[in-house]
């Protein structure tokens, strides 16, 4: 096992080595860049084109959304940690690193409440667990929706293939937000696609050319699948044109239920992912 600080574009980071697999996380919104399993093949995507001088939330890898999720609210998209710098903190274990922030002045004048928030992963050589542990440190109660965001690397999106969504419901926010049943037993993709699946209860299973990574929600109620295809990648600043062609997001979601934090409380959640 071994710790270093590097650089990732810029970037301040942690890096983490665990039996040939690693894992980056920056300090700037406790943001995991990489997760390279002891197979050697990177999982996880990163925009060319993203922002990595902190003006901008970064396009892959996994951003975290937090207190809210996309537009569900009047906060600015996905919440206000992704653009924050992050602690470093001691983590519990030796397979871990971990990450903590904390409401402020500007937090505040955004959002009134009290939070202490810690963003933990653990590696191992074919697995990565990251943790968001969400501390009510205030004196009101609090409700958050949010994600881990996770942008998948994948050989080409024509070929992806997601299973275990089969007759959930979920809501289309590609399609006037509209609640659909899904009724194919795969998601494959051949446009745009923006889901909130609804109770997720078991893995899902992300096949590519690249490999096969089971991925599992756990405390996050909801699953996210977003491809925005061409159109709405050529919108994106901060993706190249064919940008979409290698992504995936698979999201931990907390969506359709905001989850209640009380005074003095601590709410958990995390994704597990695995590469098979
Ligand atoms: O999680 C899916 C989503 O909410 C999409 O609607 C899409 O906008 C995506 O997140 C990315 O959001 P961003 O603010 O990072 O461009």
Known sequence: MKVETVEFRGLECRRLSVGGASVTVARFGAHVLSWVPADGRERLFVSEKAATDGSAAIRGGIPVCWPQFSGLGSLPKHGLVRTRVWEPVEAETGDSLAFAIGDDAATRSLWPHGFALALTVTLAPSRLAVGLTVHNTGTDVFRFTGALHTYFAVAD?????????????????????????????????????????????????????????????????DAVVWNPWATLCAGLPDMAPEGYRRMVCIEATAARVPVEVAPGATWSGRQVLEAL
Do not use: C, M, W
Request: hydrophobic share 35%; proline share 5%.
């Open 157 to 221: 999106i024509g070929q992806v293939v997601i299973d275990g969504l089969e007759g959930r419901e979920y809501r289309d926010a590609a399609s006037g937000n509209r609640i659909v049943t899904e009724t194919h037993p795969a998601v494959r993709f051949s446009g745009e696609v923006d889901r909130v699946y609804h109770d997720v209860p078991g893995p899902l299973l992300l096949e590519d050319s690249i490999g096969r990574t089971r991925v599992t929600g756990e405390g996050f109620a």
